[in-house]
């Protein structure tokens, strides 16, 4: 892939917020994606950013620095439901994936 | 409204076997058409990728092909399958620059 990093797995409590951080090759990019995706199932259309700065969308919230190559997504009033894979995708035309940051949700 | 059509769902074949996965996308025209692999617990790896009828880019040199005979059908084989071959395929759609939609998968198991 292009170089695109995230955390493995992160675990926070119901209610709680969560910030999954993803890096990446910043050349010939065009906009980034999220997607959340539970076992066994395909991924699902979160957000996308192409400006930099924040997107809020619901308990979402995404952010964009194009300089520096970086992005979040900013999970807030976490529920159960939230437990699953999310997928940092990066734009070069193609549609490249991060690992997944694995999120775990306890009560 | 745009739907992508992928089949079978779940498949069981022996090492050595052909394999043809097919997806089909409905409600638009000329779209960016991607297969990608995902083994147990691990991230989408972009397997190939194609921009028109008959244009295939290929990321991973490996035993698999992609074939698109047609603007909206887009096919993922193999002659022989390997063991190593095994998990879930997942077709997906882009319009443009937009965001990707992904059909619902084909979980493959070579025994």
């Known amino acids: 892939g292009q170089n695109i990093d995230q955390p493995t797995e992160m675990t926070a409590t119901e209610g709680a917020i969560v910030q999954i951080n993803c890096t990446y090759q910043?050349?010939?990019?065009?906009?980034l994606f999220w997607y959340q995706q539970h076992a066994g199932e395909a991924p699902t259309f979160l957000s996308y950013?192409?400006?930099?700065g924040l997107e809020e969308k619901g308990r979402f919230s995404s952010f964009l620095s194009r300089s520096k190559g970086y992005s979040y997504l900013l999970l807030k009033e976490l529920q159960m439901k939230d437990s699953a894979s999310y997928l940092c995708?990066?734009?070069?035309?193609?549609?490249?994936f991060g690992a997944g940051t694995q999120v775990v949700v306890t009560p | 409204s745009q739907t992508i059509h992928q089949w079978p769902a779940t498949l069981v074949q022996p090492v050595g076997s052909p394999l043809s996965l097919e997806c089909t996308v409905e409600?638009?025209?000329?779209?960016?058409l991607y297969w990608y692999r995902q083994a147990a617990g691990r991230g989408l790896q972009l397997l190939f990728y194609?921009?028109?009828?008959?244009?295939i880019s290929s990321e991973v040199p490996q035993n698999l092909s992609a074939s698109r005979p047609q603007d909206r059908q887009f096919i993922l084989s193999s002659k022989k399958l390997l063991l190593s071959d095994s998990g879930f395929y997942l077709c997906?759609?882009?319009?443009?620059?937009?965001?990707?939609?992904f059909g619902q998968g084909t979980r493959l198991t070579v025994v």
């Open positions: 910043t050349s010939g990019f065009n906009g």
């Open positions: 995708a990066p734009s070069w035309g193609k549609l490249q």
């Open positions: 997906a759609w882009r319009a443009g620059g937009t965001e990707a939609f």
């Open positions: 409600g638009t025209s000329n779209p960016n």
């Open positions: 194609s921009v028109g009828i008959g244009q």
């Open positions: 950013n192409v400006l930099d």
